[in-house]
């Protein structure tokens, strides 16, 4: 069993739609955090969550919210969806235990915004 | 300037061939880094921490240089699985927040 999941893994949607992807993962760890992808880019930090009563913006905020429900479940949200927003959606976590704070990916969510 | 800039490639080399990536950071209070391998539309994956000291993992060997800022991957005995695109990834605490930083990646092609 894969320990960091996404659902969806593929989600087409139309401009101005509200949308949620979800994250859960096995591994125990205390951070977790959202990234896009887009074509030819590094990714790119949208929000990061070090627990559950604690989230940050990341450098690419605008257009997104969070919510960190428990440990191991942290969701991202497009309140309004626009087409610029397509793009490979990540999550990932880390442990606050780790000395190099390596972080681990989900399998990713393929949104495409119409 | 990019915090971290990586030679896009594509590097294409023979099975059995040493290839090496190299990277640069920008900010010197950087404090960790890594190299990361991603598929075609896969996540990345961690493929090594890079140590102060350097490190190797089999046919892989990191090294960070500070005073240069810059870190390299070397790649030993290619093998066709080795194709992907390699990610210098670079992490940095400040009082502003956690940043970590990706490169654009570097795309490697093992041929038979």
């Known amino acids: 069993d894969a320990d960091v999941t996404q659902t969806p893994r593929n989600r087409i949607t139309k401009t101005g739609k509200r949308i949620m992807l979800e994250c859960s993962q096995t591994?125990?760890?205390?951070?977790m955090y959202w990234y896009r992808q887009d074509p030819g880019l590094g990714l790119q930090l949208i929000y990061y969550?070090?627990?559950?009563?604690?989230?940050n913006k990341g450098e690419i905020s605008d257009g997104y919210s969070v919510s960190r429900q428990a440990q191991a479940k942290f969701s991202l949200s497009l309140e309004s969806a626009i087409p610029n927003q397509t793009a490979l959606y990540f999550c990932?976590?880390?442990?606050?235990?780790?000395?190099?704070?390596?972080?681990?990916f989900g399998p990713g969510t393929r949104l495409t915004v119409l | 300037r990019k915090e971290v800039e990586q030679d896009p490639g594509p590097f294409n080399v023979p099975e059995g061939a040493t290839v090496a990536f190299n990277c640069t950071y920008s900010?010197?209070?950087?404090?960790?880094f890594f190299w990361y391998r991603q598929d075609c539309r896969k996540e990345p994956k961690l493929l090594m921490s890079?140590?102060?000291s350097g490190n190797e993992d089999g046919r892989f060997t990191a090294q960070l240089n500070r005073a240069s800022q810059y870190i390299s991957l070397l790649i030993r005995d290619s093998k066709l699985s080795d194709s992907a695109t390699y990610l210098c990834?670079?992490?940095?605490?400040?009082?502003?927040?956690?940043?970590?930083?990706f490169g654009k990646g570097t795309s490697l092609l093992v041929t038979p």
């Open positions: 990932a976590t880390s442990s606050s235990g780790s000395s190099y704070n390596e972080q681990f």
């Open positions: 591994k125990g760890h205390d951070r």
């Open positions: 969550s070090f627990d559950v009563k604690d989230i």
């Open positions: 900010n010197s209070a950087s404090q960790s």
């Open positions: 890079v140590y102060s």
């Open positions: 990834v670079v992490l940095r605490y400040s009082n502003s927040g956690y940043a970590l930083n």
